[in-house]
Every structure is written in C-alpha cells, then in structure tokens.
C-alpha cells in the first residue's frame, strides 16, 4: 500500500485508497521517481527489469526511446543516429523534448525510473522543473558501482546478444565511458547536493545488487 503525503508529511498509517477520493489521491499520491544511475555496462537496465516487476513503476530508458526512433526510421530517429553511432550525446534540447512528452503521458504508476536520463547537469534541472511543476519531485538517484573492467567485459558480453552496434566496438564503448566521464558524472555530484544521490555496489550478482538496490528504496 503506497504512503500517502497529507500536508506535506508523510503518514506511516496505511490508508485504504479506495476509500479516498480520487482527487485526493491523485494529488497526494507519493510518487516514487528514481533515477538508476551509472555508467554504459553498470547493470541498469537489467536492474530497472527488476525493479518493475516488483514495484509498480513505469520505466523510462531514453536510450531504448532513440532505439525504437531508429528502427522506425522516424525524423526524431534520423536526428539521433549519428550522435548515437559515435557514442555521443543527443543534443540537449532533442532528448529533454522527447522525455518531457513521455513523462507528460505517465499518469498511473507509482513512480518512474529514469535510466539513461539525466545524462547532463542540463538535462538534470529541465527534469527537476519538469517533475516539481508535478509536485512530484525526485526521490533518489542510485548509483550503481561498477569497477571500469568488469563493465567493459559486461558490454561485449551484451553486445554479442543485443545486436547494438553500440556494444560490439571498443572504440565507441570507450568513447560512452569518456562521455559519462565527462559530461554525466557531474549529474551525481548535482544530486549529492540534494542529498538524494546514493551509492550502491554494483558488483556480485544480479540479486545480490537487486536485494541492495530494494534495501534503498524501501528505506527512502
Ligand atoms: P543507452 O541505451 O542509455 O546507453 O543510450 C544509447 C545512446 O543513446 C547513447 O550513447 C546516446 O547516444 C543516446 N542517449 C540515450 N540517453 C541519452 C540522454 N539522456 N542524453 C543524450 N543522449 C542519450
């Protein structure tokens, strides 16, 4: 049962919904947006999997967004690929156009996990805004910890599967690994300051990091 935000404070006591009107649901509805952070190959994708079969989140990857463009051949596809064929950014002003009309259409989960976004401390305050204009701003970014090696043997194991072009050549890995360096890591240090930003150890296996990552949002 979701806790409910009643003047501003959270009430530990477990409220029946339907026995709440659906307005006020709808306003106080304690929304769970979390960002799963981390470096190309650190495991978000396969832990955002999890998460959602256990929670109900909606999951929003931006790089699975572009992907879907791509195939479909579509103009925002078209805008996309060369900076996605490099291993770069999309511009800014493209990818916080194309978040802001998914996250418009989230309507009826519990939260959202961001994974993939933000990538730019740009991209950070545009979602920030986006998300307070909601009142429901988010709740933790998680980093997971991943050691350099053991992310790179991660992604050429997926590559072999995932048919992305993305992770069967080295240089293009490298070259996400530099840009995360960058241009993303800072998004950490952004949300330090809020005193949102957690660090999980994202090595061992997948439930191990799982168990970690639940132990945090069932803390939050
Ligand atoms: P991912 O699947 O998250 O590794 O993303 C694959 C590629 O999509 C990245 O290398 C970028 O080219 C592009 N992309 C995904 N998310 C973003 C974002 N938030 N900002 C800019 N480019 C992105």
């Known amino acids: 049962m979701p ?13 029946k919904l339907s026995t709440i009107p ?7 509805k304690y929304m769970k947006n979390i960002i799963l952070f ?12 999890k998460l959602l079969e256990r929670y109900n989140l ?9 992907r879907f463009e791509l195939k479909n051949n579509t103009e925002l596809g078209e805008k996309a690929r060369r900076y996605m064929d490099r291993g770069e950014l999309v511009p800014d002003e493209v990818t916080i156009a194309m978040l802001k009309a998914r996250v418009d259409k989230a309507v009826d989960s519990e939260g959202i996990i961001f994974d993939g976004f933000p990538r730019t401390v740009n991209q950070a305050k545009a979602l920030d805004d986006m998300l307070d204009s909601k009142d429901a701003p988010i709740r933790a970014l ?14 050429l194991l997926r590559g072999e599967t995932s048919g992305r072009e993305d ?6 890995i490298r ?12 998004v950490f240090s952004y949300y330090r300051k809020k005193n949102l930003a957690h660090k999980v150890d994202g ?18």
């Not at 659906?22 to 106080?28: G, M, S, Y």
């Not at 991943?146 to 790179?152: A, K, L, P």
């Not at 061992?204 to 990552?213: A, C, H, N, P, S």
Request: net charge negative; glycine share 8%.
């Open 3 to 15: 806790a409910i935000l009643i003047d501003g404070h959270r009430q530990e006591k477990t409220l």
């Open 22 to 28: 659906n307005w006020l649901v709808k306003k106080f």
């Open 38 to 49: 981390g470096p190309p190959g650190s495991g978000k994708g396969t832990q955002a999997k």
């Open 58 to 66: 909606l999951h929003i990857s931006t790089g699975d967004m572009f």
């Open 142 to 155: 998680l980093l997971l910890d991943v050691s350099d090696e053991e992310r790179v043997e991660r992604i």
């Open 167 to 172: 992770d069967l050549d080295e240089g293009i």
């Open 175 to 186: 070259n996400r690994i530099e840009v995360f360096n960058n241009e993303t890591a800072p």
């Open 203 to 220: 090595m061992g296996t997948v439930d191990e990091i799982f168990r970690r990552l639940c132990d945090v949002l069932e803390n939050l």
